[in-house]
């Protein structure tokens, strides 16, 4: 769910991109990703300041609890 999820970010960021012109600033992508986010999980990442490090931080339990499942721990 995860993967999808960054994939819905990634293509609202993308399509932002394409449709900027020279003189548009540039796509804040961390504003982009924390209006993505449920309340539940603002408070993981709200002190984060890097579009790249807010990914991170989301990854980091997911990643964690899919390999102690596949490894029986759970």
């Known amino acids: ?5 960054l994939r819905i970010v990634a293509d609202i960021i993308s399509t932002l991109q394409e449709l900027r012109r020279d003189d548009d600033p540039e796509v804040n992508k961390t504003r ?4 993505r986010l449920s ?8 002190e984060t ?3 790249d490090m807010i990914v991170q931080i989301l990854k980091a339990p ?3 609890r899919r390999t ?5 721990i759970c």
Do not use: C, D, Q, R
């Not at 769910?1 to 999820?5: D, E, G, R, S, T």
């Not at 982009?32 to 209006?35: G, P, V």
């Not at 102690?68 to 029986?72: K, R, T």
């Open 62 to 64: 997911y990643v964690k």
């Open 1 to 5: 769910m995860l993967n999808f999820w």
């Open 39 to 46: 309340p539940a999980v603002y408070p993981h990442v709200e």
């Open 49 to 51: 300041e890097t579009y």
């Open 32 to 35: 982009i990703i924390i209006n």
């Open 68 to 72: 102690m499942s596949m490894l029986g």
